[in-house]
C-alpha cells in the first residue's frame, strides 16, 4: 500500500510540474497539494510510533500549506 501510495504521489508531483509548465498554476498547485497530503499520510504510516517525528512531519506540512496559499494569492495578482 505505501508502494502504490509513493507511485501516486510522485505521479501526482510530474503531472503538477507539466501544468506548470502550461501556467496553468491553479490545477499545478491541486496537484502539488495532493501530492503533498498523500505524502504526509505516507510518513504518519510509516512514523505511527514516533510522536515526536509525527509532530515534526505535520508541523512542517502546515508550513508548506501556508506558503503554497502565499504563492498562490501571489501568482494569481
Do not use: C, E, P, Q
Amino acid at each position: 500500500m505505501i508502494k502504490i501510495s509513493a507511485i501516486m504521489s510522485n505521479i501526482f508531483l510530474v503531472i503538477g510540474i507539466v501544468f506548470l509548465l502550461t501556467y496553468n498554476i491553479l490545477i499545478a498547485m491541486t496537484m502539488f497539494v495532493l501530492s503533498l497530503v498523500i505524502s504526509l499520510t505516507i510518513f504518519n504510516t510509516l512514523f505511527r510510533d514516533r510522536k515526536g517525528m509525527r509532530i515534526a512531519i505535520n508541523v512542517s506540512f502546515v508550513i508548506v500549506l501556508i506558503a503554497i496559499v502565499f504563492a498562490y494569492v501571489t501568482l494569481t495578482k
